[in-house]
Every structure is written in structure tokens, then in C-alpha cells.
């Protein structure tokens, strides 16, 4: 988790759960080098409370060697986020949506990335679906 990220980024094209492909999209780095966007999507990931949580528009750039969210664009979605004893915490209400644990003096996500998911669906009686 990054506060200097302008975007959510992530090296690994396999983690998308959907994506469209971007033509002559760069990203600049912190060390001014230019790096192609090449496709911009969601990833799923499975949160610290084992809700499956999607990041959009994730910019896919494979030059990267790590991923990097946003606590920018984090921001701009949640009404708090609170730092505190080494636990970043994305708030709605009393819930926490998102955490991060300090780690490095950088905030590691607490989470995996869902790469495969199976949708199912239950018929109930009155003739609904539900996935």
C-alpha cells in the first residue's frame, strides 16, 4: 500500500480477473523511468475477514517487480482511513474494508489475490438464481 502511488498497479497479467488491453498508455516512475500501461482491470482479493474484495482499475504494468495500491485512490472511495500502531485500516462505517500492517515502513496489504473463482448458482423456488 502506497501513498505516493497515483493508480493501483500490478505486474502480474494472471491475477485479472477482467481487463481491457491499453495502446500508448506509460506510467513514470519514482526514478523518472517510463513503464508502458499495458491493460487496466480488476483483481480479486481475498481480505484479512475472508470477504472477497475487487481493486478496478488496476493499471497491468510487467516492467514492475512489486505491486502498489493506491492509498490515494483509497481515499477517494472510503469516507476514513486511519493509521495507528502500525495498522492502516480502510473504514465504511464501523466496518474495516481494507487492512494493511506496517512492515519496512511500508503497509503490506493483509490479503491474497483470488486467481481462480467458481460461480455457482442455487435455484430457489420462486424461479430466482443466485450466484
Not at 75 to 96: A, D, Q, W
Request: positive net charge; contains cysteine; aromatic residues 6%.
Amino acid at each position: 500500500m502506497d501513498t505516493g502511488a497515483t493508480y493501483h498497479v500490478c505486474p502480474n497479467r494472471d491475477w485479472f480477473s477482467n481487463s481491457e488491453k491499453l495502446d500508448d498508455c506509460s506510467v513514470v516512475m519514482g526514478d523518472d523511468r517510463p513503464c508502458n500501461i499495458e491493460g487496466i482491470g480488476t483483481v480479486l482479493i481475498k481480505m484479512f475477514d475472508g470477504m472477497v474484495r475487487d481493486l478496478k482499475k488496476i493499471r497491468y504494468v510487467p516492467q514492475l517487480k512489486k505491486n502498489l495500491i493506491s492509498i490515494g485512490v483509497l481515499e477517494t472511495l472510503s469516507p476514513e482511513i486511519s493509521s495507528r500502531n502500525g495498522v492502516l485500516k480502510m473504514l465504511r462505517g464501523s466496518m474495516v474494508v481494507m487492512k494493511g500492517v506496517r512492515c519496512n515502513n511500508l503497509y503490506c496489504l493483509k490479503g491474497t489475490t483470488v486467481t481462480r473463482q467458481v460461480a455457482t448458482s442455487i435455484s430457489s423456488d420462486d424461479d430466482f438464481t443466485r450466484l
